[in-house]
């Protein structure tokens, strides 16, 4: 019975409580309950600032059920008494996932009956598409409160972004872009006509190492970025010379098939070797023990490696003489927030093809 | 009878007291003599760390050069007591600029005998060449503690950090490099070839805009970083906005001769527009009322357009067009830290010839 694309989620913040409600002849039935705070956005409060992790909560699916499930209307209250408390001190609240539900399922839209109190805050889980918005099409209309991520699916430079939010476990909403012929509202949004963009409360943010920045500047939790000012430095002098690879990388890919192939691979080969040193002086990962704002830069490119290795027959990463940045690779791949993010070899493969092709596929993959 | 090449400047830290020497058949002569703070490097202290602004000095050299004028040696005292306090509750230090004199001045060099006692910070003016190191030449020995920035005389990027340099008051000693055949040991500190680069107690670091991050994160004073995260954002994507117009530039700059040379002129005024845009919504600087760290990353290319206006018939900049920037560079003019590191039109001029006809000039003006 349950439909994902149906499904709401509401925060109800600390201290207070409301009727959650579906329409007559519907029922309520709730997917998840948790009570705590996993972000710094949704109900803000002078406690919030003062933390810098935001992991605790507690499931609180089983207190909600037993009120809710199967009722048309029911009492949501948000506090700790009910709960337990899973972080003193810090202003937290109730979130919410649920359904209203038909018996026949004959019409289930028609079912909602989002008549909620007066101090809840409505995170409705829209089904947004993941398909491209291309030129001529209508710009799909913002959410208040709501993060949004001008992408586009297989852009290294925007998943450098979708790790950060992953890894920051912030909420938003994507809104893949066609970077060939670009929707109209989007040169609006960022005049350099490129992913990623961040777009919250009117403020417009890119150019992805920009971005992540300011995600990690208004999101303290899980925060990546070194302390000590030379460390900081020299990431973003490391970051420099990757874009030595990166230039390598994309003129080798032009020539693949061209007499000079040989010689553009070797180029990409010797752009490595700082980076092969780096990561050898360095640990496990960049960031040492863990992965750090520089890993997030650094990895989507050589995502990418495999794909170009097995489909293309060129390896621009030989393990004979990068171990230690295969390695890195491979645990990278390890790591949750990059997890989430990540395209398989054969993906890579078939969307490079369309993109050599002239009539790069934007949706390759989608239904 | 002062001759400033062979000046020593001396710190001794608050709460210490030394002699002060010269050679026997030698008398002192105080230049200059200060109390306070007015940078972060020397005489570390907790406190510190915890100050943001250090420009509080008091003169000291009546005090000091009554105890020491005319003598061989004198004591000298840094304490609270005898200069009053111009910083409570920060460590203060004495710094002390002096000359060792003979009567006939034959030999003023064997008239210095520094043989100060232990707890003196030695911070010698060396007098360094302005002439460009060339490829073959000899590595110019480093001073503990001594901050050293790797330049160019008419680079716009290290012109960056000499701003910062400036405008922060942080000693520093300059090595000038031609770019054109680079001496061995510089590619030792930047792979990338590149200036400007800052070295200091064995840390290197390169990229201008990462240096002047750098200076802001080690040197509290005179902080020039917007503190709201949105408006360090948005100054970075102006930034790299900017970057629109310095490719244009130099692309312009290669083309003056050509037949193309008018479409390329309009391409800088088009990639201008934004930055025309951004400085008539923010005042009188990127920073509003003040410069902040974006105007310092900006100004010096445009310090170049007045010489290229004049020497070579070219406005990429034309007041009708552009009339808030033309405004801005003028009010960047009168800024101290600006002033200091300035060339005039005619030095450019001379600079962009030599390096259009192939041998560049580096040490363009020099004796």
Same mark, same amino acid.
């Given at each position: 019975?349950?439909?994902?694309?149906?499904?709401?989620?509401?925060?109800?913040?600390?201290?207070?409580?409301?009727?959650?409600?579906?329409?007559?002849?519907?029922?309520?039935?709730?997917?998840?309950?948790?009570?705590?705070?996993?972000?710094?956005?949704?109900?803000?409060?002078?406690?919030?600032?003062?933390?810098?992790?935001?992991?605790?909560?507690?499931?609180?699916?089983?207190?909600?059920?037993?009120?809710?499930?199967?009722?048309?209307?029911?009492?949501?209250?948000?506090?700790?008494?009910?709960?337990?408390?899973?972080?003193?001190?810090?202003?937290?609240?109730?979130?919410?996932?649920?359904?209203?539900?038909?018996?026949?399922?004959?019409?289930?839209?028609?079912?909602?009956?989002?008549?909620?109190?007066?101090?809840?805050?409505?995170?409705?889980?829209?089904?947004?598409?993941?398909?491209?918005?291309?030129?001529?099409?209508?710009?799909?209309? &913002?959410? =208040?409160?709501?993060?949004?991520?001008?992408?586009?699916?297989?852009? #290294? *430079?925007?998943?450098?972004?979708?790790? @950060? %939010?992953?890894?920051?476990?912030?909420?938003?909403?994507?809104?893949?872009?066609?970077?060939?012929?670009?929707?109209?509202?989007?040169?609006?949004?960022?005049?350099?006509?490129?992913?990623?963009?961040?777009?919250?409360?009117?403020?417009?943010?890119?150019?992805?190492?920009?971005?992540?920045?300011? &995600?990690? =500047?208004?999101?303290?939790?899980?925060?990546?970025?070194?302390?000590? #000012? *030379?460390?900081?430095?020299?990431?973003? @002098? %490391?970051?420099?010379?990757?874009?030595?690879?990166?230039?390598?990388?994309?003129?080798?890919?032009?020539?693949?098939?061209?007499?000079?192939?040989?010689?553009?691979?070797?180029?990409?080969?010797?752009?490595?070797?700082?980076?092969?040193?780096?990561?050898?002086?360095?640990?496990?990962?960049?960031?040492?023990?863990?992965?750090?704002?520089?890993?997030?830069?650094?990895?989507?490119?050589?995502?990418?490696?495999?794909?170009?290795?097995?489909?293309?027959?060129?390896?621009?990463?030989?393990?004979?003489?990068?171990?230690?940045?295969?390695?890195?690779?491979?645990?990278?791949?390890?790591?949750?927030?990059?997890?989430?993010?990540?395209?398989?070899?054969?993906?890579?493969?078939?969307?490079?093809?369309?993109?050599?092709?002239?009539?790069?596929?934007?949706?390759?993959?989608?239904?």
């Amino acid at each position: 019975m349950f439909n994902l694309n149906f499904a709401d989620e509401y925060i109800l913040c600390e201290g207070n409580s409301t009727n959650l409600e579906c329409c007559l002849e519907c029922s309520i039935q709730i997917l998840e309950a948790t009570y705590g705070r996993t972000n710094s956005i949704v109900c803000p409060h002078d406690t919030v600032f003062n933390s810098t992790e935001y992991n605790y909560t507690n499931s609180a699916s089983t207190n909600v059920s037993n009120a809710c499930d199967g009722k048309q209307s029911c009492l949501l209250n948000s506090n700790n008494d009910l709960y337990d408390d899973p972080s003193p001190g810090v202003f937290k609240y109730l979130n919410v996932t649920y359904e209203c539900l038909q018996a026949d399922l004959r019409n289930p839209t028609a079912c909602k009956c989002v008549g909620a109190g007066t101090y809840i805050s409505t995170v409705p889980r829209r089904k947004m598409t993941e398909k491209a918005y291309i030129k001529g099409s209508a710009f799909p209309p &913002l959410v =208040d409160g709501k993060l949004r991520l001008y992408s586009m699916r297989l852009c #290294p *430079y925007a998943q450098r972004t979708r790790i @950060m %939010l992953a890894h920051k476990k912030i909420p938003y909403e994507t809104v893949n872009i066609n970077l060939t012929e670009k929707p109209e509202w989007f040169l609006e949004k960022n005049p350099l006509g490129m992913v990623p963009v961040l777009e919250h409360d009117g403020k417009i943010v890119y150019e992805s190492a920009i971005c992540n920045e300011y &995600l990690e =500047d208004i999101h303290k939790q899980n925060s990546v970025t070194p302390t000590d #000012p *030379y460390r900081r430095a020299r990431d973003k @002098m %490391l970051l420099e010379m990757n874009s030595k690879f990166t230039t390598a990388y994309y003129k080798a890919l032009q020539g693949l098939k061209g007499e000079d192939a040989n010689s553009l691979i070797e180029a990409v080969h010797a752009s490595l070797v700082p980076l092969e040193k780096a990561i050898g002086e360095r640990g496990n990962f960049y960031g040492g023990d863990k992965p750090s704002m520089l890993d997030f830069l650094l990895y989507p490119h050589y995502e990418r490696i495999e794909g170009i290795r097995t489909g293309f027959h060129a390896d621009f990463m030989p393990m004979d003489k990068l171990p230690k940045l295969n390695a890195w690779v491979s645990r990278m791949q390890t790591v949750p927030a990059v997890k989430e993010t990540m395209f398989d070899a054969q993906t890579h493969i078939d969307f490079y093809k369309s993109y050599g092709s002239g009539k790069t596929d934007y949706d390759i993959g989608l239904q």
